[in-house]
């Protein structure tokens, strides 16, 4: 009973993907006859061929990998070195600055006022407007700061009584030290950035700045076309249009498919040290 | 721009009682922390606190070309604007009524999958149901959007091919105003309720194993356990949790509506902020919009003082 109850839960979370996989793999004669529901019927990689070779969709690619790798360093360098700062108790204003960061999770200047200040720092249809407005998590840099209080004094005085200070401390002796944590935060950074639809929305305009996501919603929820010929296949139109749209979702998902497994075993234990102390 | 300084009285009080090395000192011994937080705290200040003294053009006429502080003062004529308007008991229904049905249903949702998989002897299985429930929180919403509109297609979607063989008409369901909160908070669950079941399932794992052990003792079979003895366990948990999502009631995330909803499901489903995002930011009435931004920001900060004034009131549990 239980076993089938959780069976359930994990059908319900995978069975999705599994269609979409199915139908995007499948010929359009088996996708339009609509007996396509756990496996490809008649296998063939077209539709995969098509997203891939579309200039708007790999653009869109490599602007959000380029969006994720330097927002994801630029993110994670910044909580650190706060988060570190702040696990200092002893910092001159300490508890100023935690009331400051707390305060903001309870009010916020709201969509307007922000993308109006955004647009006057001279951000809108830079690249940094993926990544300045959002750099910084108040959760991520909860979490850290945890972490960073929970490490013993005696391996930081060990780098003091060396004739580090608290900035080579931070590089030489802690960082090293909290791989598990960093490897957390670095992918709730990495897949918030890689999933941000928001800022792009807000903050771009110039199309080929866009990332994956702004296409994918163009593509799946608007019906555009991605580019001439990409929707102009196959018979019946609305049909084949479905498998190139489940082909795109998966192929803008499998990054986040393939890492989040190997991930896990660190994030649970990252997002709990969070959680002990909020 | 004047700045006024009050002194903190307490703690001039706490100085002056114990002998303190003067702040220059303090200041000195953390420069190299303040060099660390400097880029955090510019953000913070840039991205955050900026913005909120920009909430002041909601008592302004805003001017794209006078900026923020030249713009004329107009005092509250975009709150009575917004409070006559006809748009604004339609738009707190909407808002309230999502929020209100998400916590309903998406609450209780982590709680029950958590017990259960509390329940589950082989830590094999357990491990493979946690990770493939934490899946869909790393999914984005532009993705989640578009199954739900693929699937849910009255010409194309699977779900619409299940309904006609099984012989009804196809439903036409993103155009359907009542459907839009059940769809909404469906997908919710289906994005959300594995992830959040690991603060309960960590605060399970702190259960006493002794209590267990005494519970069997005394005659008390699984579900008596279950109830004696786990939900008691983990109630501080459901507490906190309770007070943030009641919180959050009336802060629904912009993202997943606008995405999801179209004119034909606005009577339902258009929410504070989609509509700020339309009649504010799109149609350039940015003092208007600010108004309702602010207002918004006012609720949700009245939301989450009162759940956990509540909180602290009736049990002995609160965020602060």
Known sequence: MLISILFGVVLATLYPFIYMIAVSLSSDVHVLKGDVFLWPKGLNFRMYEIVLRDPHISRAYLNTILYVVVGTTFSLLISSAGAFALSKKEMFLNRTFTLLIVFTMFFSGGMIPTFLIVKSYGLIDTVWSMILPTAVSTWNLIILRTFFSGLPKEVEESGKMDGLTDIGTFFRIVLPLSKAVLATICLFYAVGIWNNFFSAMLYLRDADLFPLQVVLRNLVLEGQATANGATSIGGDQLIVDESLKFATIIVSTVPILLIYPFLQKYFTKGTLIGSVKG | ?320
């Open chain 2, 1 to 320: 721009m004047k700045t006024t300084f009050t002194p903190d009285i307490a703690a001039l009080d706490e100085l002056a009682r114990r002998p303190r090395k003067p702040w220059r000192v303090s200041l000195n011994r953390s420069k190299y922390l303040l060099l660390l937080i400097l880029p955090t705290m510019l953000y913070y200040v840039l991205f955050k606190y900026v913005p909120m003294f920009g909430l002041v053009i909601s008592f302004k006429d805003y001017n794209l070309f006078k900026g923020i502080w030249a713009s004329p003062w107009v005092g509250l004529k975009y709150y009575k604007m917004f409070f006559e308007s006809p748009d604004f008991y339609v738009l707190i229904r909407n808002t309230f009524l999502l929020g209100f049905y998400k916590l309903l249903f998406g609450f209780a949702a982590p709680i029950i999958l958590a017990l259960l998989l509390n329940e589950v002897k082989n830590a094999f299985f357990k491990r493979f149901v946690q990770t493939v429930s934490y899946l869909p929180h790393f999914i984005s919403n532009v993705v989640v959007a578009s199954m739900v509109l693929l699937f849910l297609s009255p010409s194309s979607g699977v779900v619409n091919e299940f309904i006609q063989w099984l012989g009804f008409e196809p439903i036409n369901f993103m155009m359907e105003a009542e459907m839009f909160r059940s769809i909404y908070v469906i997908s919710d669950i289906w994005q959300n309720a594995g992830w959040e079941t690991i603060i309960y399932l960590a605060a399970l794992t702190a259960v006493d194993p002794q209590l267990y052990e005494s519970a069997k003792i005394d005659g008390a079979g699984r579900f008596k356990q279950l109830l004696y003895v786990t939900l008691p366990g983990i109630a501080p948990a459901i507490v906190i949790v309770l007070i943030l999502n009641v919180g959050s009631v009336m802060d629904i995330g912009f993202e997943k509506v606008f995405l999801l909803y179209n004119p034909s499901t606005f009577e339902t489903a258009d929410i504070l902020s989609t509509y700020v995002y339309r009649t504010g930011l799109q149609r350039g009435n940015y003092s208007y919009g600010t108004a309702i931004d602010l207002f918004t920001s006012v609720i949700n900060l009245a939301f989450i003082v009162t759940a956990n004034w509540i909180s602290r009131k009736t049990s002995e549990t609160s965020l602060w």
